[in-house]
């Protein structure tokens, strides 16, 4: 890659301060640093990963509105998280996660279950039970 | 608290904070001699372990190799962590920060707070080093961020122990005792080119170094059919993720190899490696490529779409490249002893 050749794709990293540093060669093939901000490829690559799991989430809006899975289930696909994960961030068991992802056994949670769980998650009880 | 730690940015994490922590101690190395002295460019494809249920591919060693590698090279000491009491990780930490000691430390990307949205997955082989303290709050030196950060107690606590696949287990590094460093040397250098090329050709199982890259290829050409045209796409987007996302990129590695072995060419007094090292920067070229044509897939907006046959030959194109150089690499340098 030549020193001109460096993508400025910004899109994700503007807004942060995370930049890629780049390695290019100059005119004389001596090797540079330059700061990118993006590429489109990565981009790209990116955008499709989070596209894929919102239309998977829209999926399981579907079977909460049809009172099959529980808003559980949603905010875990939403937050990619998965029941190993939660399970050590929140202490509970995983087949306990995976249950309580089924309305019926959602429903019969307490209210510090449900405390504890969207602390885990880092989000409120309220958004845990609704499908925000 | 604050250490009088001076923060550079960096293309990979763990050199960043490797060549910033040598340089608290008086070392000036460049961030491409850190890589190539730490054997850092590798190629691993391992469906067995699995990120968001997809096989892992990766473009570098094990978190904590390339300081490992670098320091005892340099004959310097260091001192690693590894906790199971979260508790006791932060107590460890304050009093290392007390005695004036920079610590650096592995923590997962998910919960960072300064990390835009779009990167937070569960990828827990990010490097930072902790720099300093006032109350709560611990100034951080993130390589890929161009300026220091902070964290708090908590969220600190929360990234050390981050869950999923690799978790860090609060593991964290410092280096220990400088006195006995001695100097990059010719044959420093030499030593850590050779081991690279063993890392590269010579570990008998096909998911590592250039055969790793076949056997990505020989799978890939699979992917459509076995998975269907969706999960295919995902897993192609994973690879790309982790080729060119920062601190992980492949091509972008190669890139710092080819700068490494332009600094190893000054060391060493060989001209050779020059001409090597534009070689490397072809390879990254191809791995650029590769991403490309791969974001064109995803997108499926060409009128005549590539395939996936035709990705897994650009692959199988970028092994033999770099077998090439590697085989070079390592009949000018010495005997490839077996590791």
Same mark, same amino acid.
């Given at each position: 890659m030549k020193v001109n050749e460096v993508p400025q794709d910004g899109k994700i990293l503007e807004s942060s301060g995370v930049r890629d540093v780049c390695y290019a060669t100059d005119e004389n093939g001596d090797y540079k640093q330059i700061i990118s901000v993006g590429w489109d490829a990565k981009n790209v690559a990116l955008d499709f990963t989070w596209e894929s799991i919102y239309e998977e989430c829209e999926e399981i809006k579907k079977e909460v509105l049809s009172g099959e899975k529980s808003p559980l289930a949603y905010h875990l696909h939403r937050l990619i998280m998965t029941p190993e994960i939660l399970s050590d961030y929140s202490g509970f068991s995983k087949r306990d996660i995976r249950r309580w992802c089924k309305a019926k056994h959602f429903v019969k949670l307490q209210k510090e279950q449900l405390e504890q769980l969207a602390c885990a998650l880092r989000i409120s009880v309220e958004q845990l039970t609704s499908l925000d | 608290m604050q250490l009088d730690f001076i923060h550079k940015p960096s293309g990979h994490c763990e050199n960043g904070v490797v060549s910033n922590l040598l340089r608290y101690y008086g070392v000036e190395m460049s961030e491409a001699m850190v890589f190539g002295l730490g054997s850092g460019l590798f190629f691993a494809h391992m469906p067995f372990i699995r990120l968001h249920g997809m096989a892992v591919t990766s473009f570098?060693?094990?978190?904590?190799d390339i300081f490992s590698r670098v320091l005892s090279l340099l004959n310097i000491k260091i001192k690693r962590y590894k906790f199971r009491d979260r508790e006791r990780a932060m107590r460890t930490l304050d009093s290392l920060l007390e005695r004036g000691i920079p610590v650096g430390m592995l923590v997962g990307v998910? *919960?960072?707070?300064?990390?835009?949205k779009e990167y937070r997955? *569960?990828?827990? &082989?990010h490097n930072i080093c902790v720099t300093g303290k006032e109350g709560d709050v611990y100034t951080v030196s993130d390589p890929v961020v161009v300026d220091k950060c902070t964290l708090t107690y908590d969220e600190l606590k929360l990234v050390r122990f981050a869950s999923g696949t690799y978790p860090p287990k609060g593991r964290m590094y410092h280096i220990? %005792?400088?006195?006995s460093k001695c100097d990059v040397t010719a044959e420093t250098v030499r030593r850590a080119i050779v081991k690279n090329c063993n890392r590269m050709l010579k570990i008998p199982v096909p998911m590592f170094g250039v055969k790793g890259i076949r056997f990505l290829a020989w799978r890939m050409r699979k992917w459509e059919g076995r998975m269907g045209a969706k999960r295919a796409a995902l897993n192609l987007a994973q690879i790309v993720r982790m080729n #060119? #996302?920062?601190?992980?990129?492949g091509a972008g590695f190669r890139f710092i190899y080819a700068a490494f072995l332009q600094e190893a060419s000054v060391i060493m007094n060989e001209p050779r490696l020059r001409e090597l090292s534009a070689e490397m920067t072809i390879a990254g070229d191809m791995w650029r490529d590769f991403s490309y044509n791969a974001a064109r897939l995803i997108k499926?907006? %060409? &009128?005549e779409p590539i395939t996936y046959d035709q990705l897994a030959d650009k692959l199988v194109a970028i092994s033999q490249k770099e077998e090439a150089i590697f085989r070079d690499l390592a009949k000018g340098f010495g005997p490839c002893k077996q590791m």
């Open positions: - | 570098r060693p094990l978190p904590g998910y *919960h960072l707070p300064y990390f835009p997955f *569960h990828f827990n &082989a220990a %005792d400088v006195r #060119e #996302e920062i601190g992980t990129g499926k907006r %060409d &009128a």
